[in-house]
């Protein structure tokens, strides 16, 4: 199959979208390809985002090319922090600056309820497509393991006991939100070389 080129620098992202994929999709990140360039993510909307991202490396490089976008939505913050999950504490904030923000926005809410949703946008020549995932669960006092990255430590997937960062990459890869969505793009992918 041809190279694809999944449009992120987030090396955790690619690790995972590596092995959801199981090798059956030969993936270029964006340090493979040479880019530097500070991609706009400029929509108010996952989607959007997602969409931007494909789009500007497939006008460059004319390859394809997909690239996703996550939201952590929790229902008592009416949503929030959603499209500006990977910011929510400031523009330069760590994965912890927005965990510890998180907490604190939550602090005396019962309602924890929350969700992951991913948005993968695919575009391959005049055609575009977009792949969902979405994980429902709750937000859990204190973080909770060290594996994962980003909201992993405080975020409990409805069914289970365990934080995403608990969990094993491997558990945590066949039910995850960006699992869910990469695996509707690995179907939609084999499926169109067979």
Do not use: W
Not at 138 to 160: C, H
Request: hydrophobic letters at 35%.
């Amino acid at each position: 199959m041809n190279e694809i080129i999944f449009a992120t620098n987030n090396k955790h992202k690619i690790e995972e979208m590596i092995a959801i994929t199981s090798g059956k999709i030969h993936l270029l990140s964006l340090k493979d390809i040479g880019c530097v360039d500070d991609i706009p993510e400029t929509s108010d909307t996952i989607e959007g985002n997602a969409h931007l991202k494909a789009k500007y490396i497939h006008d460059r490089f004319k390859m394809d090319c997909f690239a996703d976008d996550t939201g952590l939505e929790v229902e008592s913050l009416g949503g929030a922090p959603g499209v500006y999950s990977a910011r929510y504490a400031g523009e330069n904030a760590t994965y912890q600056d927005n965990v510890i923000k998180l907490l604190h926005d939550l602090e005396g809410k019962q309602n924890r309820t929350a969700r992951f949703k991913t948005v993968i946008a695919f575009i391959s020549g005049s055609e575009s497509k977009y792949f969902e995932g979405i994980i429902e669960g709750k937000i859990i006092e204190k973080p909770r393991g060290d594996s994962g990255f980003g909201y992993d430590p405080v975020f409990v997937p409805k069914g289970y006991d365990q934080t995403f960062a608990e969990m094993s990459p491997d558990l945590k890869n066949t039910i995850s939100h960006r699992a869910l969505a990469s695996r509707s793009l690995t179907n939609y992918l084999l499926n169109k070389i067979k």
